[in-house]
């Protein structure tokens, strides 16, 4: 197992930035792929990006392509989420995920119930 813990939340008018942090700590955190979801007021938990255990490959969902940037420092067991260009659709709670030996690709399509480590997550509230 593998406790995550986020922070850099807030809020930020439509067109900001804002980068989110996720510290790890448990289990060696190079054999996770990391990723990060998120879940507004009334939907269902979504993906966002995952980055593999060596930052060799990432995935992102189509609506922050070109707008999100994940990554990761494996000396420091951190994994950041650089958002740009904000909009008020990006409003949601965040969440750190962490699973096992697993592909930013394969955490691409994995339905939230197939994470097994997440964080308590962080608010972003993007303001139109």
């Known amino acids: 197992q593998v406790q995550l813990v986020e922070s850099g939340g807030g809020l930020v008018q439509a067109g900001g930035s804002l980068t989110l942090a996720c510290a790890a700590s448990?289990?060696?955190?190079?054999?996770?792929?990391m990723g990060w979801f998120r879940q507004a007021p009334g939907k269902v938990r979504e993906f966002v990006a995952a980055i593999s255990r060596t930052s060799g490959s990432t995935a992102y969902a189509d609506s922050v392509k070109g707008r999100f940037t994940i990554s990761r420092d494996n000396t420091k067991n951190t994994v950041a989420l650089q958002m740009n260009s904000l909009k008020p659709e990006d409003s949601a709670v965040y969440y750190c995920?962490?699973?096992?030996?697993?592909?930013?690709?394969?955490?691409?399509?994995?339905?939230?119930?197939?994470?097994?480590?997440w964080g308590k997550g962080t608010l972003v509230t993007v303001s139109s």
């Open positions: 995920a962490a699973r096992l030996f697993t592909s930013a690709q394969a955490m691409g399509v994995m339905t939230p119930s197939g994470i097994n480590n």
């Open positions: 448990g289990q060696a955190f190079i054999t996770y792929g």
